[in-house]
């Protein structure tokens, strides 16, 4: 008897983003739970939207909780993998808190589908997305300690305890997409320059933006396009 798995033709020609259909699940699934919700999206639906049986999808992912959660990791992966490489390295705190910002930034804002919606969904508050909340809050740990660093290096200006403020303010470009459809073009620089000066930082920002492409480049991290 033949497989009746992945290999059976699709139901519809290929329309989704991705150069796999894993990768197309997940823009299907990107979509359907940032518009229509994730508690009333089916799997059924997703594949669905891929053009795929709905037992193909299953030969990805086992159930709805793991394309959420592999949606989840794309938001986090990239930067958090930036900023580990970039914690001993001998350039300044605000310039690698800035290059961590604006790569950050532009690709929540790049994103196809505005992912970082999914935060605030009552499941990620369970056991089966802990692993993924630790990943954050190791993010959000780099941000303090690159932040903490900037705010030293401030002296007189500082801003004692606004540490935990570069992180939120980079985040603010989720509801700016959801409020606006679109996020603003001018968010890309005006939340890294923000990140820095709500720390007390008075130095040159276009030093400091080219010294953090300086650091992109040089670690081949290009910024994401949109």
Not at 15 to 43: H, K, M, Q, V, W
Not at 71 to 99: C, G, H, Q
Not at 120 to 146: K, M, N, Q, V
């Amino acid at each position: 008897m033949a497989n009746p798995g992945p290999g059976r033709p699709r139901l519809e020609q290929r329309t989704r983003r991705g150069r796999t259909p894993r990768a197309e699940i997940l823009d299907a699934a990107g979509e359907l739970f940032t518009t229509n919700g994730y508690a009333t999206t089916s799997t059924r639906a997703v594949a669905d939207a891929v053009g795929i049986r709905q037992a193909s999808l299953y030969h990805h992912f086992a159930a709805k909780d793991d394309i959420l959660d592999a949606l989840l990791a794309e938001t986090i992966a990239t930067p958090l993998e930036l900023a580990v490489r970039m914690r001993d390295l001998p350039e300044r705190a605000d310039t690698r808190l800035y290059a961590l910002a604006w790569f950050d930034v532009r690709q929540l804002c790049a994103a196809h589908w505005n992912l970082g919606a999914l935060y605030l969904l009552p499941e990620l508050r369970t056991d089966r997305f802990a692993s993924f909340r630790l990943r954050r809050d190791e993010l959000r740990g780099h941000y303090e300690t690159f932040a903490a660093a900037v705010i030293a290096e401030a002296a007189d200006d500082a801003v004692p305890g606004a540490e935990v403020l570069p992180f939120r303010l980079v985040e603010t470009v989720i509801n700016m997409r959801s409020d606006e459809g679109a996020a603003p073009a001018y968010a890309e620089r005006t939340i890294p320059d923000a990140t820095l000066r709500m720390l007390g930082w008075a130095g040159d920002l276009r030093e400091v933006r080219a010294a953090a492409g300086r650091l992109l480049d040089r670690l081949a991290v290009p910024l994401p396009l949109g």
